[in-house]
């Protein structure tokens, strides 16, 4: 059985190879091809689930301290943090609280990448999944009395069938208030999400912030592998009590940063990019 697998995965390595020899239709399959083990990796394993759980767990039994500690800020810097505001927790959407692995795995068995109109059928149909470890989190938050605010890169044009998802997966939309905030909902909100962070620490005392990609935490992220790591160093504080992040394999700003975010490449180039950042035995790093 060992020696079939071995066989089996040699093949496939030269198949990926040739078809990335093959021009611009080859590099686009060997793309394609390199991001099914990370969603099988997100669809399957029981890691991935541990570690959302894990990572749900560390944050709910950071919030009593949180609360009790009127100084605590999840906003590096703040000027608003005022100990009598509400508190609040900011959280991204996607591989956050609602998961889109399948959405994933449909891209990769109909051969192609991502591309707006795909999403916004699969956002429409409103059946993503919960995170393993959200929901759990989120019920615990309210019963302390901190505000949950969403925070998301999704398009303003999805927010009407990302409300339904929210809501059909028991988390919290508030009547009084927009807790759902969109890129593009409004002038300045863009893929960076500090306006919108600014906003909600405004008129409440973020005490923390859950996400899957850095861009969540900080606007500082946008630079290359090694700048993104200092970023995460700088705020060796944060992690695992203000920040908590979820891992992602599949896609990201990480992704990006290995392209230096040019998102115009075609699939040669990111292929090219990504031989050059992957780091053998005796390889320097990058």
């Not at 099914?36 to 991935?48: C, H, I, V």
């Not at 703040?78 to 508190?87: C, E, I, K, Q, Y």
């Not at 449909?106 to 795909?118: G, M």
């Not at 946008?222 to 992690?239: Q, S």
């Amino acid at each position: 059985m060992k020696v079939f697998a071995r066989i089996f995965f040699t093949l496939r390595l030269l198949m990926v190879c040739a078809m990335a020899s093959a021009g611009a239709g080859g590099a686009d399959q060997a793309l394609i091809l390199q991001g099914m083990k990370s969603t099988l990796w997100l669809q399957t394993s029981a890691e991935y689930e541990a570690l959302t759980i894990q990572a749900y767990a560390a944050a709910r039994r950071a919030l009593p301290e949180a609360l009790a500690d009127k100084d605590w800020s999840a906003i590096p810097g703040s000027a608003h943090n005022t100990p009598s505001l509400p508190p609040a927790i900011i959280m991204d959407i996607d591989e956050t609280v609602l998961s889109n692995a399948r959405f994933q795995g449909e891209l990769i068995k109909r051969a192609t990448t991502f591309n707006r109109e795909l999403f916004k059928t699969w956002t429409d149909s409103a059946t993503a999944p919960p995170v393993p470890g959200a929901p759990a989190f989120i019920e615990a938050a309210e019963k302390l009395g901190i505000h949950i605010f969403f925070v998301t890169n999704r398009d303003a044009s999805l927010e009407s069938a990302t409300r339904t998802n929210l809501e059909r997966r028991g988390f919290p939309l508030e009547s009084g208030f927009d807790n759902v905030l969109m890129r593009n909902e409004k002038p300045g909100w863009t893929r960076d999400k500090e306006s919108r962070r600014a906003l909600v620490a405004h008129d409440y005392r973020v005490i923390m912030i859950v996400g899957d990609d850095l861009n969540d935490f900080t606007s500082a992220a946008a630079g290359n592998p090694t700048e993104r790591r200092a970023i995460v160093e700088k705020y060796a504080d944060f992690w695992g009590l203000r920040w908590s992040i979820l891992p992602n394999p599949a896609y990201g700003s990480w992704e990006q940063a290995l392209y230096g975010f040019r998102r115009n490449l075609d699939a040669g180039d990111k292929l090219q990019l990504r031989r050059q950042y992957l780091q053998g035995g005796n390889s320097p790093a990058p």
